[in-house]
């Protein structure tokens, strides 16, 4: 089993739909997670950022984080045809010394 | 500035050939990984260096992977008598250097063994 877990999709929504991207991990020594964006055959951008559980929001996009049940999400709202890309789920701290363990990311399609 | 670099962006090589894969962090970042990404698969993580040292090489798929850093910026990553399996896309990232800092990446360097 990996430590993150991420269908992979791939997920198509019309424009202007809510999206939800989940992950789960196993590993409890998980201090922070993060959400990054990856569009083809570029590498991948940082889009949030959250060290304890809860909700953080920038703009369209909100994470959520619920340790209790190792579980987080990526909403974004009122998707746009832009925000067509790969997103990858990650965990890292403890002892791993800053590496981030993945998962193995969802293709997310929005069509105008 | 300018981001993490890697070079080249792409690399076609023969089944038992060598190869380098180069990355240039971000100036004054002293965390410098390595991760692979390959098809189907998330991003899996191979080194990482704290300036010139490896606290953590756990990554490292066999021995022929090695890498090293010098001057406490530009990485290479070295791969030996390349097999098919090695077929990924090599991702640099880099940051300030504490743990849980973001980790900047690269562009990558899509590796293709013929």
């Known amino acids: 089993q990996k430590e993150v877990e991420q269908d992979p999709g791939p997920l198509s929504v019309p424009e202007g739909a809510i999206v939800s991207l989940n992950c789960t991990y196993s590993n409890s020594a998980f201090q922070y997670f993060m959400w990054y964006r990856q569009y083809s055959r570029k590498g991948p951008e940082l889009l949030m950022y959250?060290?304890?559980?809860g909700n953080k929001e920038d703009g369209r996009f909100t994470a959520q984080v619920d340790k209790s049940s190792k579980y987080i999400s990526l909403f974004i709202r009122d998707s746009q045809p832009s925000d067509s890309a790969t997103y990858l789920c990650?965990?890292?701290?403890?002892?791993?010394?800053?590496?981030?363990?993945f998962g193995q990311g969802t293709i997310l399609t929005v069509h105008p | 500035g300018a981001g993490v670099s890697q070079s080249p962006s792409n690399k076609v090589t023969e089944k038992g050939k060598d190869v380098e894969l180069r990355c240039d962090p971000i100036s004054g970042h002293t965390a410098l990984y390595w991760y692979r990404q390959s098809l189907g698969q998330g991003l899996e993580f191979l080194i990482y260096f704290q300036g010139n040292s490896a606290p953590d090489k756990s990554g490292l798929p066999s021995d022929r992977f090695s890498a090293e850093r010098t001057g406490g910026s530009v990485s290479t990553l070295t791969i030996q008598r390349t097999q098919q399996e090695d077929s990924a896309v090599y991702l640099c990232?880099?940051?300030?250097?504490?743990?849980?800092?973001?980790?900047?990446f690269g562009p990558g360097t899509r590796l293709t063994v013929l």
């Open positions: 990650a965990g890292g701290g403890g002892t791993s010394y800053g590496k981030l363990t």
């Open positions: 990232a880099s940051s300030l250097g504490g743990v849980g800092d973001t980790q900047y």
């Open positions: 959250t060290y304890s559980s």
